[in-house]
């Protein structure tokens, strides 16, 4: 049952629902609270407890559906946006970098990044000169912690990167491994590596739901003996020792069966 129950909250679920119980939160404060006259959103005592309502629910609907990216990229862009023009600059700065990171780690950053990041950033500066009614020098310093902001996070990112790849094995040598690997961040199919359909739903579900041997017997109605062996095969054709090894190797990708 504590096995099911770790399965089913994973890291995105525990993000899903934390961002559920602040937005709540915020959609009742913003009801029982004055709303800030400065700011340019118009009818703001109406309009900001139905954001925070309406990102509420959509938060909910994530902790449902945890890959479906869009929707929480989504209430994190609008959440920056309403609160950075309401006059809580700080925090707005603070969500969209979030935002940024978590598309990076989601690896949804990777392809194509000019042509998402700059209308990303293009929002970010046109909803700080929302911050303009509350003070030129407000407005001065939300810029100056945008910049921060995202340098600290990009430092943070590119340390944890190089310290990752500074641990990973040999293997990820393409001479090694004789098969064809795409580009780091994209799709890869695990049936192009030369595995039986056995050893892919093995894979899949070791790395979507951390199963162990003892969880893949039961699931597939086969002896820990037969997984072991099907999974030392498995790495046998895929080039690797382990299977630490193995999760290094496939989490640089979006993998599929």
Not at 4 to 20: A, C, H, S
Not at 216 to 245: C, I
Request: proline letters at 3%.
């Amino acid at each position: 049952m504590k096995r099911e129950i770790k399965r089913f909250f994973t890291e995105e679920r525990i993000l899903d629902l934390g961002g559920f119980l602040i937005l709540s939160v915020a959609a009742v404060i913003s009801l029982m609270v004055e709303a800030e006259t400065r700011t340019i959103l118009p009818a703001p005592e109406i309009t900001i407890p139905v954001i925070n309502s309406l990102c509420a629910l959509a938060a909910l609907v994530q902790f449902f559906f945890p890959n479906k990216h869009i929707i929480s990229y989504s209430v994190m862009l609008i959440q920056s946006v309403s609160t950075i023009l309401t006059g809580y600059e700080t925090l707005g700065v603070f969500l969209f970098t979030a935002l940024i990171i978590l598309m990076f780690c989601n690896k949804d950053l990777r392809n194509h990044f000019y042509a998402k990041f700059i209308p990303l950033l293009a929002v970010l500066l046109l909803s700080l000169f929302g911050v303009l009614p509350f003070g030129l020098f407000r407005f001065i310093l939300a810029f100056a912690e945008s910049v921060f902001f995202l340098s600290f996070y990009f430092c943070i990112y590119k340390k944890l990167e190089n310290l990752l790849s500074s641990i990973a094995p040999a293997f990820r040598s393409a001479e090694k491994l004789n098969i064809s690997l795409p580009e780091a961040g994209q799709t890869i199919l695990l049936s192009d590596l030369g595995l039986n359909e056995r050893q892919q739903n093995f894979i899949f579900d070791i790395l979507n739901s951390n199963s162990s041997y003892n969880d893949l017997s039961q699931k597939y109605y086969v002896s820990t003996s037969t997984v072991k062996k099907e999974m030392a095969d498995a790495f046998r054709l895929v080039g690797v020792k382990n299977l630490e090894e193995l999760r290094i190797l496939l989490l640089q990708y979006r993998v599929r069966r």
